[in-house]
């Protein structure tokens, strides 16, 4: 069963652009989640996301923003790029159907950020 | 903010001993569960506990729950170079994970 897949691997980026990160889940997984891991801040929760609908939100501004397909495949947006977005971004899917968060979650290798 | 609070904060052995690692976290949960993180990749889980478990084991891992003390412990047994990565608890609750900032484990060959 093929993993968690996020692309691109590596991204650099300008203060001020947008940017898109997609993930593909374990096929049958339907919650997928969406990590920020930075050196000072470590990882943090962005959103959840489960049969198309956004089931949880972590303590970001709305310029990061998700979307889940019906494929469960998912997508992220950073709008108006900070220098602080810089980060490796996670996505991780699992089996949840009741978002109690008591299922491991797989994780992809994540996309490298990188503002300049 | 952070959930789980990892100790040591880094820790160095030699192959073949045994590597124990603390994780204490704040509120209520409904489990705990342990990752490896090695270097420029994702997280990969390792084990979960439930909160009404006080002991479970896999392979050469085993981790401990004490809800009245709000800690975990996860012990790895007999380590190999191939150890070397960083290991994080993780709390979960309302469908996502809340993570420690994580123990750095160097096995030297």
């Known amino acids: 069963k093929a993993g968690v897949t996020q692309t691109p691997r590596y991204l650099i980026k300008t203060r001020g652009q947008q940017v898109t990160l997609s993930c593909s889940p374990i096929s049958g997984h339907r919650s997928v989640s969406w990590y920020q891991q930075t050196p000072g801040q470590g990882l943090q929760f962005l959103f959840e996301?489960?049969?198309?609908?956004?089931?949880n939100k972590g303590n970001f501004p709305g310029r990061f923003s998700g979307r889940q397909f019906s494929n469960s495949r998912s997508e992220m947006n950073v709008s108006t790029l900070e220098l602080g977005d810089s980060a490796l971004y996670l996505c991780a899917s699992s089996l949840d159907p009741s978002g109690g968060g008591n299922q491991p979650q797989h994780f992809g290798d994540g996309t490298r950020l990188s503002i300049l | 903010s952070q959930q789980g609070e990892e100790d040591p904060q880094a820790l160095s052995i030699q192959e073949g001993e045994n590597a124990t690692m603390n994780c204490s976290y704040k509120t209520s949960i409904n489990n705990l569960q342990w990752y490896r993180q090695n270097s420029g990749r994702g997280l990969v889980h390792l084990i979960l506990i439930r909160s009404n478990e006080r002991e479970k084991h896999s392979g050469r891992l085993r981790v401990t729950l004490d809800t009245s003390k709000k800690s975990s412990s996860l012990l790895i047994t007999a380590s190999r170079a191939a150890d070397t990565a960083s290991y994080f608890c993780?709390?979960?609750?309302?469908?996502?994970?809340?993570f420690g900032k994580g123990i750095t484990l160097s096995v030297r060959p």
């Open positions: 996301y489960f049969s198309e609908t956004q089931r």
């Open positions: 993780a709390t979960g609750a309302n469908s996502k994970l809340t």
